[in-house]
Each structure stands twice: as C-alpha cells, then as structure tokens.
Nanobody
Framework: QVRLTESGGGLVQAGGSLRLSCAHS????????MAWYRQAPGKQRELVAQ???????TYSASVKGRFTISRDNVKKIVYLQMNNLRPEDTAVYLC???????WGQGTQVTVSL
C-alpha cells in the first residue's frame, strides 16, 4: 500500500520561504512521477508542480520562478522549495503520486502580509 506523508508547512510572512517534504513509502518503485497540488478555501484544487521519474519538472504559471520541485529517489522524498511567498499562496498543499493515484493528507501553508 502506497503512503504519502507531507511535512514542512507553517506560517510565514510574505517574501519568506518554506520547504515542503513528501515522504513516499510502501511501493516497489520509488521513481514514479510525483506532483504537488494546493487547495485554498472555496477554490478548486490546482496543480502547482510536477516531477517525472527522471527529474524533469513542470510548474504552474503562478509559481514558476519562485517554487522548485525536486526529488531524492534514495530517500523516496519529493520536495517543494517555495521562495518569495505571497498571501495568495496560502492553501493546503498536497502530495500526489501520478503512478499510483495516491494523495497525502496535506500540510497547511499560511502566508501573512
């Protein structure tokens, strides 16, 4: 059974940084494609960034140039480095395995003015 566990969320002032982690366990393959989504109150869940098994990243237009997705296949962790955070980045951030169709429980990110 695949399990995804996010960590690293919190409260930060605008312009600050956070690094989210998504630990992946329970699968035989640790090089599957992974993604970070976010969901703000009253809004639809949106794709933030995605990384393929060979490390190729893609980003949404709203975070490109500020966020960086990366992966450590030995530790089976996917990271989301978030810099220059804005109040509109406030949301629950969720990790998703495209290969297994599994979601993590999410971690709250709150950006204050």
């Amino acid at each position: 059974q695949v399990r995804l566990t996010e960590s690293g969320g919190g409260l930060v002032q605008a312009g600050g940084s956070l690094r989210l982690s998504c630990a992946h366990s329970g699968s035989a393959v640790n090089t599957n494609s992974m993604a970070w989504y976010r969901q703000a109150p009253g809004k639809q869940r949106e794709l933030v960034a995605q990384v393929t098994s060979n490390g190729a990243p893609t980003y949404s237009a709203s975070v490109k140039g500020r966020f960086t997705i990366s992966r450590d296949n030995v530790k089976k962790i996917v990271y989301l480095q978030m810099n220059n955070l804005r109040p509109e980045d406030t949301a629950v951030y969720l990790c998703y395995s495209l290969t297994y169709g599994t979601w993590g429980q999410g971690t709250q990110v709150t950006v204050s003015l």
